[in-house]
């Protein structure tokens, strides 16, 4: 018998995986290594990295009790590449080919399409939509908007189906979704795991080896195996989904997690089936623990959102996450790296990014995100950023969520308009402005939320790329009607804040 190499990456830790299908136990060799490019072309969140490490370890171990023969190269022994690993171990197996799923970056699908031995690539099923089908939904459309391919989802998985109908006659109920926070609510804690002795022999490896690495490594809290995963599931459908959806765009100071499920980084790594959770929170609608409102809109954050941003990623090529349609050129704040701004609701939203690798979808958009945009940072810093710090990012999932939703640097091929905001978004929805330095109901001067005049000079500043946008019409018609003295003071705001993010002054 030939053997063959079977690459499995570290966001592929997946039994049912294509190629792992696709093999045979009996002779075939599972190839997994901890390499430097991967850990270092961005520079990852230390809780990422041990993560990842300690999952793959999990999982080698896993398909090893399952009868596989698995070479495992742990970090620092490796040497630097994926594919140098597999050229390294074709030479000292004999193994003259390897399999492999296609990988959720175009980087490395382009170096092991590049590698000397012939890589079979089979595609990644772990979705519930194929290439094929989003091409076809594509074909003809100038714009791609989410909605309609989510009910395409919806039909094809039968998720909250009735018949041929959605449940409770509506495809979306997110118009009973905006309550804003109320600090007197009961929030649930995601699911905490203790570091089991594989943990933590990463958690000191990476504390050696990656101490330059942005974030906290320590208290270490996520599940490193499927069990541990699937008890973060278990914990989510029972403390949090009845009220997932009320609370969903919410922000609360030192509430980092409110009613979200932190299931992102499992499902991503492949230690949950994202299917299956859909499933689970389904029941839990159908046995009356959870409303329609809330299982609907986290179904769709699955089956709509996380399967369409990985089909536009896959459409739109290589090149998307060069986009820069506005052509914004600032550096990202230092900021960004350490929390240490007056403004409440980055540092809040940066500060928990830092020490947990986390922050919810809400503060991801229209706080850190929001800000980035309307101060006109270079989208591909954005992108870096966001690659780097949340323990979820992997860049078919990061790029169309930075480029296309939140930094509309697509040109609008992602959503309809950019998500550009006064303060007076995050006041309602959070209680961040109560304890801010700034006052979100002023427009202009010294102590004005930075928001409002960034937001007005963001507009003017793209005004020839974005005026003709019908839905922000209303916008440019609310700017004619300002009188000069407020549109004057505000556009000289927003240029002294410029100035300051020009020469790293803290605001
Ligand atoms: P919940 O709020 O509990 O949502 C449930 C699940 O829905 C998530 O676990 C996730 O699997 C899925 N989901 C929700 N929204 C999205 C979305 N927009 N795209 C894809 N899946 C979604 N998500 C990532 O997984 N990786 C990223 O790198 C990432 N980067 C983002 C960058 C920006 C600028 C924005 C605005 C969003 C980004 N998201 C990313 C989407 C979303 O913010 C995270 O999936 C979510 O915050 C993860 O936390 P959670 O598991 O508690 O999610
Ligand atoms: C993100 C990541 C990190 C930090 N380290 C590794 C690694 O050492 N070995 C590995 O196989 N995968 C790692 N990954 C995940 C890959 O970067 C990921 O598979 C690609 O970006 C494609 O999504
Ligand atoms: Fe953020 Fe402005 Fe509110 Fe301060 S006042 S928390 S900067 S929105």
């Not at 830790?13 to 599972?30: K, M, W």
């Amino acid at each position: 018998m030939v053997t063959r190499l079977v690459l499995v990456l570290g966001d592929q830790l997946s039994t049912d995986l294509s190629a792992l299908r696709a093999a045979d136990r009996s002779c075939d060799v599972v190839v997994m290594a901890e390499v430097a490019d991967e850990a270092t072309y961005v520079k990852h969140h230390k809780r990422k990295i041990a993560f990842i490490f300690a999952a793959m370890r999990h999982f080698a171990t896993e398909l090893e009790d399952a009868g596989w023969t698995v070479r495992y190269g742990r970090y620092p022994e490796t040497g630097p590449s994926i594919v140098g690993e597999l050229l390294r171990l074709a030479s000292e197996t004999d193994a003259t080919e390897v399999l492999t799923t296609e990988c959720g970056e175009w980087r490395l699908r382009s170096e092991l399409e590049d590698c000397p031995i012939p890589v079979t690539i089979l595609p990644d099923d772990r979705f519930v939509s194929t290439r094929e089908e989003f091409d076809n939904w594509a074909e003809g459309r100038k714009a791609f908007r989410m909605e309609y391919f989510y009910r395409e989802m919806r039909r094809k998985t039968g998720l909250l189906m009735d018949g041929d109908q959605p449940e409770g006659g509506k495809w979306n109920f997110d118009h009973e979704n905006r309550k804003p926070g109320k600090s007197d609510l009961f929030m649930p804690k995601p699911h905490q795991t203790k570091p089991d002795p594989v943990t933590r022999e990463v958690l000191d490896l990476v504390a050696q080896e990656f101490d330059d690495h942005p974030g906290d490594l320590e208290p270490f809290w996520f599940a490193t195996t499927r069990q541990g995963a699937e008890a973060a599931l278990d914990h989510f459908v029972e403390a949090a989904l009845p009220q997932f959806g009320d609370y969903q765009d919410a922000m609360l100071k030192g509430e980092r997690f409110l009613y979200h499920s932190v299931l992102s980084l499992y499902i991503n790594v492949g230690l949950l089936d994202p299917l299956a959770v859909c499933r689970r929170a389904e029941d839990a609608y159908r046995s009356g623990h959870a409303p329609l409102n809330a299982v609907e809109g986290f179904i769709r954050q699955i089956i709509g959102w996380r399967e369409y941003v990985r089909r536009i990623y896959d459409h739109q090529g290589p090149d998307y996450a060069k986009r820069n349609a506005l052509k914004a050129t600032r550096d990202l704040p230092g900021f960004y790296w350490d929390g240490q701004t007056d403004m409440t609701c980055v540092s809040e939203a940066v500060s928990q990014t830092l020490e947990d690798a986390y922050a919810h979808h809400i503060q991801r958009l229209m706080v850190t995100g929001t800000f980035a945009l309307i101060a006109g940072i270079d989208p591909h810093q954005v992108h870096e950023w966001y690659l780097a710090v949340y323990a979820d990012a992997f860049e078919w999932v990061e790029v169309p969520n930075v480029i296309g939703m939140s930094q509309f640097a697509d040109g609008g091929l992602l959503g309809s308009k950019p998500y550009a905001a006064s303060g007076a978004y995050i006041d309602r929805m959070s209680d961040y402005c109560k304890t801010c330095r700034y006052d979100v109901k002023q427009k202009s001067g010294d102590d004005a939320c930075p928001f409002n005049p960034l937001y007005w000079d963001f507009l003017i500043r793209n005004r020839t790329s974005l005026e003709g946008n019908p839905r922000l019409g209303q916008m440019y018609r609310s700017w004619e009607r300002m009188g000069d003295a407020k549109k004057k003071a505000a556009l000289k705001s927003a240029a002294s804040i410029l100035n300051k993010l020009d020469s790293s002054e803290n605001i």
